[in-house]
Nanobody, 114 residues
Framework: QVHLVESGGGLVQPGGSLRLSCVVSNLDIGRNTMAWYRQAPGKQRELVAE????????NYADSVKGRFTMSLDNTKSTVWLQMDSLKLEDTGVYYC???????WGQGTQVTVSS
């Protein structure tokens, strides 16, 4: 059974930074496309970033390009999302997911507020 545990969320002011972590069990994350999604209140879950090819290739939603950086370490079975220059609209619950597989963690809340 694949298990994902996200952490690192919190309350931050606009312009601030957070680093999210996702520890994955029972899955070779290097062989899978790993993704971060977020869900804002009252909105559908949206794809924020994904990494493929053992972490060598990343794709980002237009709304986060230049501000967020996704990375992974297969030896630690961990995926990260470095979030800089945070905006109010980045608020939501963030989830990591092996793309195309129905495995989800509990998510981590990110709140950007002044």
């Amino acid at each position: 059974q694949v298990h994902l545990v996200e952490s690192g969320g919190g309350l931050v002011q606009p312009g601030g930074s957070l680093r999210l972590s996702c520890v994955v069990s029972n899955l070779d994350i290097g062989r899978n496309t790993m993704a971060w999604y977020r869900q804002a209140p009252g909105k559908q879950r949206e794809l924020v970033a994904e990494v493929t090819n053992w972490g060598r290739r990343t794709n980002y939603a237009d709304s986060v390009k230049g501000r967020f950086t996704m990375s992974l370490d297969n030896t630690k079975s961990t995926v990260w999302l470095q979030m800089d220059s945070l905006k109010l609209e980045d608020t939501g619950v963030y989830y990591c997911n092996p793309k195309g597989l129905d495995y989800w963690g509990q998510g981590t809340q990110v709140t950007v507020s002044s």
